[in-house]
T-cell receptor
Framework: EPEVTQTPSHQVTQMGQEVILRCVPISNHLYFYWYRQILGQKVEFLVSFYNNEISEKSEIFDDQFSVERPDGSNFTLKIRSTKLEDSAMYFC?????????????FGPGTRLTVT | GDSVTQMEGPVTLSEEAFLTINCTYTATGYPSLFWYVQYPGEGLQLLLKATKADDKGSNKGFEATYRKETTSFHLEKGSVQVSDSAVYFCALSESGGSYIPTFGRGTSLIVHP
């Protein structure tokens, strides 16, 4: 069964460093998403991406964040200058159509630790 | 804004016990309601959903009924197995606006043999 994959599973970085989290969505899906979950808190929406552009973003997704689909398979989340409060589990998801009516498929997550 | 509140975990049960994980929601419109499950090392998977009041979603022995009067969508299973040990997330998605799901914090379920 097709699945969403994410790499790395765990990333440790120092405050102020740039990180890139990688995701490979399911191949025929058209909508891509990033969520995060700070330990003990809710899963929060960051951004959705469709047709090579951001379709929706939350207040969390400020100028420090960016997303890209650099080729036909990868979908990346970049954090330019990490802060301690960026430490969280980051989930990538994809769906064949718009989320809600269409099911989102999630990756296993990348645990980001900022020291 | 929309929000989802789940009971705190972990919930620890013996095999074959009855499971209830409470979920209540706040929404401005008429949301669809979901339960997702995350097994260790895997991504969130849709477990069941209900799209309107009084609908019952069911899958793998789990059930949840959309109760508009109590704004609840509690997850139940009559007899849990060790393999049900996972984190369960309640979520809602509004129609007529952004469909992006709003999630709760997740409830960890641990089932002992």
């Amino acid at each position: 069964e097709p699945e969403v994959t994410q790499t790395p599973s765990h990333q440790v970085t120092q405050m102020g460093q740039e990180v890139i989290l990688r995701c490979v969505p399911i191949s025929n899906h058209l909508y891509f998403y990033w969520y995060r979950q700070i330990l003990g808190q809710k899963v929060e929406f960051l951004v959705s991406f469709y047709n090579n552009e951001i379709s929706e973003k939350s207040e969390i997704f400020d100028d420090q964040f960016s997303v890209e689909r650099p080729d036909g398979s990868n979908f990346t989340l970049k954090i330019r200058s990490t802060k301690l409060e960026d430490s969280a589990m980051y989930f990538c998801a994809s769906s064949v159509g718009l989320a809600g009516p269409y099911e989102q498929y999630f990756g296993p997550g990348t645990r980001l630790t900022v020291t | 804004g929309d929000s989802v509140t789940q009971m705190e975990g972990p919930v620890t049960l013996s095999e074959e016990a009855f499971l209830t994980i409470n979920c209540t929601y706040t929404a401005t419109g008429y949301p669809s309601l979901f339960w997702y499950v995350q097994y260790p090392g895997e991504g969130l998977q849709l477990l069941l959903k209900a799209t309107k009041a009084d609908d019952k979603g069911s899958n793998k022995g789990f059930e949840a009924t959309y109760r508009k009067e109590t704004t609840s969508f509690h997850l139940e299973k009559g007899s849990v197995q060790v393999s049900d040990s996972a984190v369960y997330f309640c979520a809602l998605s509004e129609s007529g606006g952004s469909y992006i799901p709003t999630f709760g914090r997740g409830t960890s379920l641990i089932v002992h043999p």
